[in-house]
């Protein structure tokens, strides 16, 4: 067997040659692979995407802050707020001034929807980096 590896390893001539080529590039692969699977890197999980600000802003809202509107109704509303097409900057700030007011306002008849909707103005110029009205 000895004898058949050195004879082909010594033939540099024709078909020899090329098959040498092949042996070395499967060896090649073989180490490539073996060194990639055996990497801890290669078998672990994918890292799963951290959350985005709007999703974090979303969660922090729901955890029992807001308590007339369901998770769906505020993603729908945040979404709406944190979107400057939708909200300008001085809209959104207006907003915010007036829920809060009328969430301070004895005499508004739903106090608790205008506290959630100050809060979710709230997030979404945090998620923006607005600045409220002074005073507010």
Do not use: C
Not at 55 to 68: F, H, P, Y
Not at 108 to 116: F, I, M, N, T
């Amino acid at each position: 067997m000895l004898a058949a590896i050195r004879s082909f390893w010594s033939g540099e001539r024709g078909a020899a040659s090329t098959r040498k080529g092949f042996v070395l590039a499967a060896a090649a692969s073989v180490i490539a692979m073996s060194s990639y699977l055996m990497t801890p890197g290669a078998q672990s999980a994918p890292r799963a995407a951290p959350p985005t600000a709007e999703a974090l802003a979303l969660a922090r809202l729901t955890e029992g802050q807001i308590r007339s509107f369901d998770e769906a109704t505020v993603a729908r509303r945040l979404a709406m707020f944190a979107d400057p097409r939708e909200f300008t900057e001085t809209q959104l700030r207006n907003a915010h001034r007036t829920w809060s007011r009328r969430a301070l306002d004895g005499s508004y008849g739903q106090p608790d929807l205008a506290a959630d909707m100050a809060a979710i103005a709230e997030a979404a110029m945090g998620m923006r980096g607005v600045r409220p009205h002074n005073g507010i």
